[in-house]
């Protein structure tokens, strides 16, 4: 079957960094995805990676390894308001959208 | 705002009643999609339409019935539900139907069903 693994919350500091992991097992691989969703609201792109290394955006970046079938997003300086949920989703070989269950994110002042 | 409204945003109905959620995007897209978003769990994608053409149903039930009269709009029809149907319904858009495009989201529409 086809799988994705992320925590299901993390806690972290306002100021300091953090580190969101997934990993996957899917039937071949055309992309990875991170999207933000506040409480209450839609979930929003933040990131598509499909080639290995590290793309930074801001305070954002997002690392790929497919040969480790794993991914992470890192936030920066992290502000109140990057509390929120973090989804991974992977295109499969056929192109198939597979989501994680996502990451909750608290951040304490 | 992404650009993809969606209404009602809080819905309770019971399981003999019909209604309808509607979703309406601005961005000039060719395919649209509802999920389901139930707590703790992945997203589960219901229906995906391309160009007003439905090209998957993932095996979602026949209570659940998808419309879409032109590629600005798409409507979620709703009878005979149960109360597992609870969950938040979301509808998305994007350039088109392939799964490397990036989606642009609805606010969802909450449903209870009691």
């Known amino acids: 079957g086809q799988n994705i693994d992320q925590p299901t919350e993390m806690t972290a500091t306002e100021g300091a960094i953090v580190q969101i992991n997934c990993t996957y097992q899917?039937?071949?691989?055309?992309?990875l995805f991170w999207y933000q969703q506040h409480a209450g609201e839609a979930p929003t792109f933040l990131s598509y990676?499909?080639l290995d290394g590290l793309e930074e955006k801001g305070r954002f970046s997002s690392f790929l390894s497919r040969s480790k079938g794993y991914s992470y997003l890192l936030l920066k300086e992290l502000q109140m308001k990057d509390s929120a949920s973090y989804l991974c989703?992977?295109?499969?070989?056929?192109?198939?959208?597979?989501w994680g269950a996502g990451t909750k994110l608290i951040i304490k002042p | 705002e992404t650009g993809v409204t969606q209404t009602p945003r809080h819905l309770v109905m019971g399981m003999t009643n019909k209604k309808s959620l509607k979703c309406e995007q601005h961005?000039?897209?060719?395919?649209m999609y509802w999920y389901k978003q139930s707590a703790k769990k992945p997203l589960e994608l219901m229906f995906v339409?391309?160009?007003?053409?439905?090209?998957e149903n993932n095996s979602v039930p026949s209570r659940f019935s998808p419309e879409c009269p032109n590629s600005s709009h798409l409507f979620l029809h709703l009878h005979t539900l149960q109360p597992e149907d609870s969950a938040l319904y979301l509808c998305?858009?994007?350039?088109?139907?392939?799964?490397?495009?990036?989606?642009?989201f609805g606010p969802g529409t909450r449903l209870t069903v009691t």
């Open positions: 998305a858009s994007s350039q088109d139907s392939g799964a490397s495009y990036e989606q642009y």
């Open positions: 961005l000039g897209h060719n395919a």
């Open positions: 339409y391309s160009l007003e053409e439905r090209v």
């Open positions: 899917t039937s071949g691989f055309n992309g």
């Open positions: 990676n499909v």
């Open positions: 989703a992977v295109v499969d070989s056929n192109y198939q959208l597979i």
